[in-house]
């Protein structure tokens, strides 16, 4: 394990047991740092109409928002098996920070870790001119 990032990961892992995921059964953490060194947790949460659902990973980031905090470095996910964000919360993450490190665990193996840039998971990323 990367052991500059060892508790960003514990943090994802212990907050993926509140997931509210019924119809999937994928519960996933995620653990978001800021620049400042704060961090923020989420966990995907599901819904009965499916295309509601919250992935963790974006629920992290909008409490960071929430609390004027934007200055995104890096997210730590969990899951078993690992699951590397999908491509909303890619394209989310990269709005504000296209070089936010992304780590992805195996909840069940804490050792086994990937760690990505944004950038290098969405090439070609949109960017609105503002
Ligand atoms: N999910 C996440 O929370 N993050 C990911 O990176 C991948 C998928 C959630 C969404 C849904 O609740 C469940 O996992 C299955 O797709």
Redesign the pocket.
């Known amino acids: 394990m990367d052991t500059k990032y060892k508790q960003l990961i514990q943090q994802a892992i212990e907050i993926r047991s509140r ?1 509210y ?1 019924p ?2 059964q ?1 519960q ?1 953490g ?1 653990a978001l740092l800021t620049a400042d060194g704060q961090t923020f947790c989420g ?4 819904n009965g109409v499916l295309g509601l ?5 974006r629920v992290a980031m909008t409490r960071a928002i929430t609390d004027g905090v934007r200055d995104f470095s890096a997210i730590a ?1 969990a ?1 078993n098996p690992a ?4 491509g909303s ?1 890619r394209q989310f993450m990269i709005e504000f920070n296209p070089e936010i490190t992304v780590i992805v665990v195996d909840a069940d193996n804490c050792e086994s870790v990937k760690v990505f840039q944004a950038a290098e998971l969405l090439p070609d990323f949109f960017r609105l001119q503002k």
Request: charged share 10%; net charge negative.
């Open positions: 997931a995921a119809y999937s994928f996933v995620a966990c995907n949460v599901e659902s919250l992935c963790a990973e996910i899951a699951a590397t964000p999908c919360c």
